[in-house]
Nanobody, 122 residues
């Protein structure tokens, strides 16, 4: 069974850090772009960051310089290091896989994880 599983979410104070992981099973991430998306309560899901198979990455405005996406193909895992977290970063974070080059169009991603909650609050 092909699936993505996110982990690493939690409750953190403003200014804190978290590292999210996205582990794949049943298929390889080597030739896929992997995106991170988030959905705040009452809002639409939005793209946060994405990494191509060649390591090139992209970020949404507002997180560049604070978030870093990386991949470890040997572990079939993609990471999102989140620093200097702000309350507006709160939401459920999802990873997703696509055979296309990085983009934030939800419909182009064929595999999705179940999400992990990130809450930034004092």
């Amino acid at each position: 069974q092909r699936q993505l599983v996110e982990s690493g979410g939690g409750l953190v104070q403003p200014g804190g850090s978290l590292r999210l992981s996205c582990a794949a099973s049943g298929f390889t991430l080597d030739y896929r772009s992997i995106g991170w998306f988030r959905q705040a309560a009452g809002k639409e899901r939005e793209g946060v960051s994405c990494i191509n198979s060649d390591g090139r990455s992209m970020y949404v405005d507002g997180v560049e310089g604070r978030f870093t996406i990386s991949r470890n193909n040997a572990k079939n895992t993609v990471y999102l290091q989140m620093n200097s977290l702000k309350p507006e970063d709160t939401g459920v974070y999802y990873c997703a896989a696509t055979t296309y080059q990085c983009n934030f169009y939800l419909g182009s991603f064929e595999y999705w994880g179940q999400g992990t909650q990130v809450t930034v609050s004092s």
